[in-house]
């Protein structure tokens, strides 16, 4: 008696983490404007809103980390809505009245491949 055929099943998953993380930079024409924590992230939700309205600007959205001086922060995104705020911090041009605009430095669902950058690596 033969052996019976194995069967095999293919299972991809595309996108199986729960949350991305971007490094990202605000970008200000004219020097001296300054944003703390609690600006930077209404400003962030105020993008989302301007583009996708109030129930996309209400997106688990998290600061994990913001440097004042040079502003950029590690923001925590939903993966489904890793799109809206990328395309919502593309589009924003302006805060009060000022022109700004955000760089999207790296982006990985993993924090951890956001601590490093191979490209600013320097070997002795």
């Known amino acids: 008696m033969p052996a019976p055929a194995a069967t095999y099943e293919r299972i991809v998953y595309k996108n199986p983490s729960e949350h991305h993380y971007m490094k990202v930079c605000l970008e200000f024409q004219d020097r001296g404007v300054g944003l ?15 583009l996708f309205g109030e129930v996309d600007a209400a997106l688990p959205l998290d600061v994990l980390t913001y440097e004042e001086k040079s502003l950029s922060a590690i923001l ?5 809505g890793l799109v809206k705020l990328w395309s919502s911090l593309t589009l924003l041009g302006s805060y009060k009245g000022k022109k700004c605009a955000f760089r999207v430095i790296q982006v990985s669902p993993f924090l951890l491949a956001l601590s490093g950058n191979s490209r600013e690596l320097v070997l002795d």
Do not use: G, P
């Open 76 to 80: 925590r995104i939903c993966s489904s």
């Open 36 to 50: 703390n924590a609690a600006q930077f992230k209404q400003l962030l939700i105020s993008a989302l809103k301007d």
